[in-house]
């Protein structure tokens, strides 16, 4: 059972990292600049490369993909130097550390998500915290009208099946 338990928890684990792999560089691949899209088309240049800078856009692609594991990973490592992408903000993590290792430290914490590309300035969790009521709202309706339409059908199917006068319809329509 253990074995089973630990099995089934690694293929999740798999599974997680190739999704978060696929959204990252599926954003990463995308026409268009973040920071551009930040900011608007009538920025200055040297206003995009401030803001490539403050989010990491200007390094590597690998460098970025390390930094979007290291936000979302709630066991993570963070720089001592303020200057760092990756510098243990009080305001942009909340976080517990665990130890250091030499300028950096291992820290536990809630996943970070980072600022909304479209939303400029607001948190992705705000977003989401925004959002997911109507979300919510909206899949509960769209279950709910499924749930009458399908069993509405079955009891009409059920009924057909001893009245005989709706027997040469179902020669032309089939209902499952």
Known sequence: MIRYTLQKTGYA????????????????????????????????PEQIEMVKKKYGFDKPISTQYLYYLNDLSPLSLHSGNEND?????????????????GNAKVVIKVPYFRESFQK???????VIGETLPNTIVLAVSAITIALIIGIFS???????RTVGWIKPF???VRWG
């Open 13 to 44: 684990l798999i599974t997680l990292f190739g999704v978060v792999t696929v959204i990252f560089f599926l954003f990463t691949i995308l026409p268009g600049d973040p920071a551009r899209m930040m900011l608007g088309q009538n920025e200055s």
């Open 85 to 101: 992408y990756t510098f243990l903000a009080e305001g942009k993590y909340s976080a517990t550390p665990l130890f250091n290792i």
């Open 120 to 126: 400029s300035g607001k948190e992705v969790t705000a």
């Open 154 to 160: 079955e009891l009409f199917q059920l009924w057909s």
């Open 170 to 172: 179902k020669s032309s």
